[in-house]
Antibody, heavy 115, light 109 residues
């Protein structure tokens, strides 16, 4: 079955960096675009970034452009989000989601706290 | 700054029907915006319900349906069940960027 497991979250000071991972299993990872979506405590969902199946194209929300980088390693079935220059407003649960069009499967999320 | 709007909250009786809408600040929502709908319950990850306006995932209950209505994307719940009480989010595609609506809290009472 499709499984997405995020990791790498934790507490970090403003201005520092953090790298999130999303380990995928149960499907052909290299055939699917992938997203990062975040949710601040008690708030709604916010789309963060997308990467095509082969890594050839990436797009970002304006709120993270220039600070966050999405990448993937298809040989290790893993999606990444490198987060630099973190701000308090980046505090959120970060989810990875499969498929650039349908967002069909989601992980359980990893919490990032910037303070 | 593109803004997507949804009703903040709606209340429906068990067995009833409720329609949630999703509007774009850029104008009428069309199939080109590839509307998606998600359900989220407290403490859980979002669950995908509808994609490309009206397509259902294999796990989407038949009582959920998506459409375009009056220039907006719409999610209709027919024969509402108590377990449908949740937050519902729409998502629109803007050519490389995606924007979620703020969510609609559906209460079954």
């Amino acid at each position: 079955q499709v499984q997405l497991v995020e990791s790498g979250g934790g507490g970090v000071q403003p201005g520092r960096s953090l790298r999130l991972s999303c380990a995928a299993s149960g499907f052909t990872f290299s055939s699917y675009g992938m997203h990062w979506v975040r949710q601040a405590p008690g708030k709604g969902l916010e789309w963060v970034a997308v990467i095509w199946y082969d890594g050839s194209n990436k797009d970002y929300a304006d709120s993270v452009k220039g600070r966050f980088t999405i990448s993937r390693d298809n040989s290790k079935n893993t999606l990444f989000l490198q987060m630099n220059s973190l701000r308090a407003e980046d505090t959120a649960v970060y989810y990875c989601a499969r498929d650039d069009q349908t967002f069909d499967y989601w992980g359980q999320g990893t919490l990032v706290t910037v303070s | 700054q593109t803004v997507v709007t949804q009703e903040p909250s709606l209340t429906v009786s068990p067995g009833g029907t409720v329609t949630l809408t999703c509007a774009s600040s850029t104008g009428a929502v069309t199939s080109g915006y590839s509307p998606n709908w998600f359900q989220q319950k407290p403490g859980q990850a979002p669950r995908a319900l509808i994609y490309r306006t009206s397509d259902k995932h294999s796990w989407t209950p038949a009582r959920f349906s998506g459409s375009l209505l009056g220039g907006k994307a719409a999610l209709t719940l027919s024969g509402v069940q108590p377990e449908d009480e949740a937050e519902y989010y729409c998502l629109l595609y803007y050519g490389g960027a995606y924007v979620f609506g703020p969510g609609t809290k559906v209460t079954v009472l």
